[in-house]
């Protein structure tokens, strides 16, 4: 595990309250403030209100007065790296800039890197509630 972040994330996986999917997740992000936020999966028996690692790690980086992602890294055990879901690109999007370096890691050893606007183009952003009339 190159990324220092990855063991990190296989930790708190380990926490992971995913009883209906069997799928663990967990995310660590260092925040441009320095520290390490640390999140994982909370599923629910209703199924929609569980919540991804990734969101939990963000959480917990808002919650303790950090403002913006620097890196972040995903692990779960899969085949091959787990890119974050389509409502967690956009999470990641708010609090970090494109070029963060998101890395997906697989309790197998595999990993792979891309960044936070490899995996959303052409992003919604508030410049487009931007009135034009
Ligand atoms: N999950 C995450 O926590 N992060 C991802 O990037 C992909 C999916 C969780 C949500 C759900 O608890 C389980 O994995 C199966 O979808």
């Known amino acids: 595990m190159a990324d220092p972040l990855l063991p990190l994330a296989a930790q708190v996986r380990e926490n992971a309250h995913a009883p209906y ?7 660590a992000l260092r925040s441009v403030e320095g520290r390490v ?7 629910n028996v209703a ?15 808002i919650a303790s007065g950090d403002t913006r992602i620097a890196e972040i ?37 595999l990993s792979k890197t891309v960044t936070v606007a490899d995996l959303l183009p052409g992003q919604f952003t508030a410049g487009h509630m931007t009135a034009t009339t």
């Open 21 to 27: 999917s069997n799928f663990k997740v967990g995310a």
């Open 73 to 109: 890294a995903v692990i779960a055990d899969s085949p091959s790296p787990v890119p974050p879901c389509g409502g967690c690109r956009q999470k990641l999007a708010e609090f970090a800039d494109g070029d963060v370096k998101v890395t997906m890691g697989t309790t197998g050893g």
């Open 37 to 43: 936020h640390l999140g994982c999966n909370v599923e």
């Open 47 to 61: 199924y929609p209100e569980g919540t991804c690692a990734e969101a939990g790690a963000i959480a917990a980086m």
